[in-house]
């Protein structure tokens, strides 16, 4: 791996001391970048931009080339692993990821596979090969994945969903057949990553995206004890380098004890949670990222500038902290706006690290 010319993310992750508090954030290339747009347009729709390694690498070094980001995170899509097991995914216009064959009964739960990830998933390998040569160690590459709930919510519902009718009604009906599928999808989730790692993943994250929509014992046996075996079966140190991991489970404010416990180098936080709180919650046990409500974004760069501050305030002085929206931030933000952000991140935060 290349050496980190900054490597305050990594530090951070670790809470090991940092300068500044580093900032990047969730969804950093995408529809908000009129370059990300003009892209996307000359691959003609989101699948071809995924899966062609060239076009990635230049969607993930976009945000970089226009402002002073802490870290790279991998372009990608979380669909990935089901999409290689062979449910057929695409993309509806306005509808989001559809499934040609969602996965409903045992038979189907029984014929999922673990795919090889350099093989059906070699794209993602050979993009991430490609965006950290590109980088030469100006910052870190973050990889990544879904949770195997939140993979599986698609992968039974077919798509997105609001009730989530298909996948509660087989976790609640048949436990052992949710397990199964869990199981299988946590499997092929780990080859992922430890893959993503060994090409040059310099940390990965999780991101737990209907985590929230359980109850807590739900939440705990169906969706974070498969994120902890993720976990154990991660490569935490490749090639020299300790490769730090971030759970994120959005809406999973209640549960930051169980969550790292889990055994993660850091907890992803959406707005709906006290950063203060959850560092008292949590004391040294791990790091914490986040968590602005992206839709401060929209408001006026003196409104954005505060809000930093407020946030910068509520974690209090020490390393620990990565400065993230709360979660992706939205299409119609202007870029400028994203700007203000990180740029009063990186002049506010060195009183807290004195």
């Not at 050496?3 to 305050?8: G, M, Q």
């Not at 160690?137 to 997105?160: K, Q």
């Not at 140190?237 to 209640?254: C, D, E, M, S």
């Not at 006026?300 to 002085?317: K, N, Q």
Request: hydrophobic letters at 40%.
């Amino acid at each position: 791996m290349s050496e980190l010319k900054n490597d305050r993310l990594i530090r951070a992750l670790l809470r090991q001391p940092v300068d500044v508090t580093p900032v990047w954030m969730m969804r950093q290339a995408g529809r908000y970048l009129p370059e990300y747009r003009a892209t996307r347009e000359k691959a003609g729709d989101f699948l071809t931009l995924c899966k062609t390694p060239e076009l990635a690498c230049e969607v993930t070094l976009q945000p970089l080339e226009r402002f002073p980001l802490d870290a790279a995170i991998l372009f990608s899509d979380i669909l990935t692993v089901p999409d290689a097991m062979g449910l057929g995914l695409y993309f509806e216009e306005g509808e989001g990821p559809r499934f040609s064959r969602p996965v409903r009964d045992q038979a189907a739960v029984e014929a999922l596979g673990v795919p090889d990830p350099e093989q059906e998933l070699g794209y993602v390998m050979d993009a991430v090969r490609l965006i950290h040569r590109e980088l030469d160690g100006r910052v870190p590459l973050i990889g990544f994945s879904g949770s195997p709930w939140t993979l599986a919510t698609y992968m039974v519902e077919g798509g997105t969903s609001k009730d989530f009718a298909h996948i509660k009604g087989m976790m609640y009906d048949r436990p052992d057949l949710m397990h199964q599928l869990l199981g299988t999808t946590a499997d092929a989730v780990t080859l992922y990553l430890n893959a993503q790692i060994r090409a040059g993943a310099q940390a990965v994250m999780i991101f737990d995206t209907w985590g929230g929509a359980l109850s807590p014992a739900c939440y705990r046996e169906f969706s974070l004890g498969y994120m902890a075996r993720i976990v154990q079966g991660l490569e935490r140190n490749h090639a020299g380098q300790t490769i730090p991991v971030i759970l994120f489970t959005k809406n999973g404010g209640q549960w930051l004890e169980a969550m790292a416990a889990a055994g993660p180098d850091a907890l992803g936080l959406d707005w709906t949670t006290d950063l203060g709180e959850a560092r008292r919650r949590v004391g040294d046990r791990v790091a914490l990222q986040g968590n602005m409500d992206p839709a401060v974004l929209y408001a006026a760069p003196a409104r954005i500038e505060a809000e930093v501050e407020r946030i910068l305030a509520d974690y209090g002085s020490g390393s620990g902290h990565v400065f993230n929206l709360g979660h992706g931030i939205h299409p119609r933000i202007d870029p400028d706006h994203a700007a203000a952000m990180i740029e009063a991140v990186h002049r506010l935060s060195p009183a807290y690290h004195s």
